[in-house]
């Protein structure tokens, strides 16, 4: 039976008002963002202009990697610039949040600080503790993590399993981790001259019993054919060596492309420059321990944001071993989606495909009339869109701060982040339903491969309200 109408609550105005102002109470991010919108990345919700997005397809043997085509043009996401950055569909399908009254934003503001700084305080009893309750921590997060002293940081890692629940844990599992990190950086993004000889001088003896320095050169007759530069044999470190050249390439394209429009990612000053360095040892290493993966072009986006929450945390170690850290919670987090990056098992049950298929199968529970439209009547097929909406978890659709502000929900659900996933998805095509109603192939296609700003308050509150339907 078709849904004649969605609830009351879908386009409440609540949901019209401006983006709250953040508390000077909360301290600011440490990171050097872009100028044109220096931002805080912060516990309040916000939308910008998407620029354009052509579908992608995130393939090794694809020639263009996904893109964030002018999103220099990303405004302040603490506060909006044309008054209008937030809406939800009325019944002509236009924003109502021009209509909000100044008196209003600032009592919504007011409130929003309010929640940010209870719930930090409530984030920081809950991490205090001996023994964490990861259920509270975990409810906590789901609401959005406001920012300052690295409580998101701290928050992901507990979240992702990185950190253990005994606070005691915590420093010898770290010193552990980071320690592995270490060892794999040095047998893994060596190349094969110095694999195999290490280039370590070595005392040896000659004829006459004189000590001599080796200097890590080998006469010709003793090179083994696994060591000669021209093998072609399968266990020929040199022959894997030009095999990974061709990965490691995509990897430096793709890295310089993650993010342009923020100075912590993009540019040519030496922080920037290191954050890239970073990147790129990440996903080398990754590629490397993963043969059946290796490297698909979109990993780069899921990885900046756990490389910038890490990186920008206050504590000074932390922040020094966010590479190490953000390699293990990087493992973790694909663990979950990593079978979508396999073009092997496209077509398998846990296949890409196959997760697009039940986001079409969950709109179609919850608003069949919709789910019509797009794919009988308009004929929007899901993966048009849905592919990099699921694969690269939502960082191409909003800026990055509400990136951020989703991944908290995303992590945060005890049933894992791929639920939670499709129910955001879901949400985001009912908000934006009566415009979709009343498109065309063209129109709709165009709209949800640039999906409009969006107070993301409302969208997650969407999604949680679907979750308790389903239930």
Known sequence: MVNKRVPDWLNSSLWSSPAPQQSSAQPPSP?????????????????????????????????????????????????????NCYHSDDENGSSASSTTSSAAAAAAAAVSSAEDISRQAQLFQELSRKIINMGEVRKLASQGIPDGAGIRATVWKLLLGYLPTEKALWPTELAKKRSQYKNFKEELLMNPSEITRKL??????????????DKGELPRSEITQGEHPLSLGKNSIWNQFFQDTEI??????????????????????????????SLRNILIIFAKLNPGIRYVQGMN???????????????????????????????????????????QLDNSVVGIRSTITKLSQFLKEHDEELWRHLEMTTKVNPQFYAFRWITLLLTQEFNFPDSLLIWDTLLSDPEGPLETLLRVCCAMLIIVRRRLLAGDFTSNLKLLQNYPSTNISHLLYVANKLRVKSG
């Not at 579908?55 to 405004?75: C, D, F, L, Q, Y």
């Not at 995509?250 to 290191?274: C, E, M, N, Y």
């Not at 490389?307 to 953000?326: C, G, I, L, Q, R």
């Open 301 to 343: 986006e899921i990885l900046a944001p756990l490389f910038y929450v890490f990186k920008n945390d206050p504590n000074e170690e932390n922040a020094a071993s966010a590479e190490a850290d953000t390699f293990f919670c990087f493992v973790e987090l694909l663990s979950g989606f990593r079978d979508h990056f396999c073009q």
């Open 200 to 213: 370590e001088k070595s005392v040896i003896l000659d004829d006459e019993g004189t000590v001599i320095e």
């Open 248 to 277: 490691i390439e995509q990897i430096d394209r793709d890295v310089k492309r993650t993010h342009p429009d923020l100075h912590f990612f993009s540019g040519d000053t030496p922080f920037a420059k290191s954050n890239q360095d």
């Open 31 to 83: 990171s050097p963002l872009n100028e044109d919108n220096a931002v805080k990345v912060s516990g309040s919700a916000s939308g910008d202009d998407n620029a354009v997005k052509a579908p992608v397809v995130i393939r090794a043997e694809s020639k263009h990697a996904p893109t964030r085509a002018n999103k220099a043009e990303t405004r302040d996401p603490l506060g909006c610039s044309s008054g």
